[in-house]
């Protein structure tokens, strides 16, 4: 274990720079910025499709058949502009990194992808409607092109301001008033760029940018993201990023979230059009709430396990101690008190039960979907910090919830035997310092 140490202790430096590579912080800091409007959203998708027996039934009795429709506008206006959102976000949050004010670029952002965006529909009669902008693009399948656009105009309008090819105000003028002249040079030659490329796209592929990006790059990479490898992967990476001390989740889960997010909204708009979703034909298996509400149980490593097990065997009093303590947090998948507080970073005996964790428990969700025990998911997100059974019953019903209890007793079972053997290490140096404290 020794020489797995070195070796990680090679690669953690690259990893870090990674991880804080500008590109990277600003899609992981640019994306949060959806998260609040898709966990609003969810909450009125939940009530569309609430998990229990008879509910649209009941529901219709209780306010009409047309009881759907005020609510399927709230879904429509939070997940169908996840794109938007995003490439503001991106655009502000790199800007915003290089130390300069960021709203301007946002502003940018959004308007460089809605003129690099299809920006008519063709109706059922075969008429081409001009002036409108579907919303196909502006949220789960434009969400790659939103990255790339993000990414850069925050480059180029950084780059303008850092060199000084603006308009500069003099010291008196109020800072808003600043701001809106210094984005003016940058913001013409971003706006230049993009409709060259809306002309460019159109002459040579008689298509947007925005629909070439999905369907060169974002559709494939999301059928890779929808496998088993996919999900197994995912999740080993993330628990080998945490055990070398790095957040995994928010490097991982900051590139690959949008897309799985994107899986989600897929799924989504197969129910929206009236069709069932099918395993094997038209339905994604790995979406956002694969990971965030089923392989990371209790946070990265479904730690949850873990804890139990100190619980049931441990004898020495900082396991004991840990485990009573990290119970709590890890209800709500705060295991930063595990992973830092055993520690589970670069501990040899706990990085196979980390890793291999995550990794059955995506065979396990995997599998509940493709054999049909569980449901595909829909866009419904719940707040990361939803206690686990509550957020598989929300999420799936009472298969979501069993399915969540079996994957905790699975992680209970494998993490028991390194526990008992980290347990009998601290055990006996506890046991070595009372010695030596009593014959001092």
Same mark, same amino acid.
């Given at each position: ?79 169908? /502009? #996840?794109?938007? &959102?995003?490439?503001?976000? $991106?655009?502000? +949050?790199? !800007?915003?990194?290089?130390?300069? @004010?960021? *709203?301007?670029?946002? /502003? #940018?952002?959004? &308007?460089?992808?809605?003129? $690099?965006?299809? +920006?008519? !529909?063709?109706?059922?009669?075969? @008429?081409? *409607? ?29 780059q303008f301001i ?105 799924n989504q708009a ?29 946070g990265t490593g ?139």
């Amino acid at each position: 274990m020794n020489r797995l140490e070195t070796v990680f202790e090679k690669v953690t430096p690259a990893f870090a720079r990674f991880a804080n590579a500008k590109p990277v912080l600003a899609i992981k800091d640019g994306f949060i910025l959806t998260m609040p409007m898709t966990i609003i959203g969810s909450l009125f998708l939940l009530i569309l499709a609430l998990p229990i027996p008879g509910w649209e039934k009941f529901m219709t009795g209780l306010f009409g058949a047309d009881w759907t429709l005020p609510l399927t506008q709230v879904v429509g206006a939070t997940f169908d /502009i #996840l794109a938007l &959102i995003g490439v503001f976000g $991106i655009a502000y +949050s790199y !800007v915003k990194n290089e130390k300069i @004010e960021g *709203v301007p670029a946002g /502003i #940018l952002g959004i &308007i460089a992808f809605l003129i $690099i965006t299809q +920006s008519s !529909v063709l109706s059922k009669s075969g @008429e081409v *409607v001009t002036g409108v902008v579907p919303k196909v693009w502006t949220g789960g399948q434009g969400v790659l092109a939103s990255i790339v656009v993000g990414l850069v105009v925050g480059f180029i309008y950084s780059q303008f301001i850092k060199r000084g090819i603006r308009i500069k105000m003099p010291d008196g003028v109020p800072p808003g008033v600043s701001n809106s002249f210094s984005a003016l040079i940058p913001g013409l030659a971003i706006i230049t760029l993009s409709v060259v490329t809306f002309a460019v796209f159109q002459a040579f592929a008689d298509r947007t940018f925005t629909e070439v990006v999905y369907d060169v790059l974002q559709a494939p990479i999301q059928n890779l993201t929808d496998t088993l490898a996919g999900a197994v992967l995912i999740m080993i990476l993330m628990s080998v990023m945490w055990w070398c001390g790095i957040h995994g989740a928010a490097i991982i889960m900051g590139i690959m979230g949008p897309l799985l997010t994107a899986n989600a909204l897929q799924n989504q708009a197969i129910i929206d059009s009236g069709k069932e979703l099918v395993v094997g034909d038209n339905a994604k298996i790995v979406t956002i709430q694969f990971l965030d509400v089923f392989t990371k149980l209790g946070g990265t490593g479904i730690t949850v396990g873990f804890i139990i097990a100190t619980l049931i065997v441990a004898r020495s009093a900082h396991l004991k101690q840990l485990g009573k303590l990290s119970l709590a947090p890890s209800l709500f998948n705060i295991n930063e008190p595990v992973i830092f507080g055993m520690p589970i970073v670069f501990n040899p005996i706990m990085f196979v039960p980390f890793v291999i964790v995550p990794a059955i428990a995506s065979f396990m969700v995997y599998f509940s979907i493709l054999w049909g025990w569980v449901e595909p998911f829909n866009a419904l997100q719940v707040p990361w910090t939803t206690p686990p059974v509550i957020s598989g019953f929300l999420i799936s019903g009472w298969q979501g919830a069993l399915l969540q209890l079996a994957t905790i007793a699975m992680s209970v079972a494998i993490y028991l035997p390194f526990v008992r053997m980290q347990d009998q290490l601290s055990y006996g140096e506890e046991l070595k310092a009372q010695e030596e404290h009593a014959s001092a």
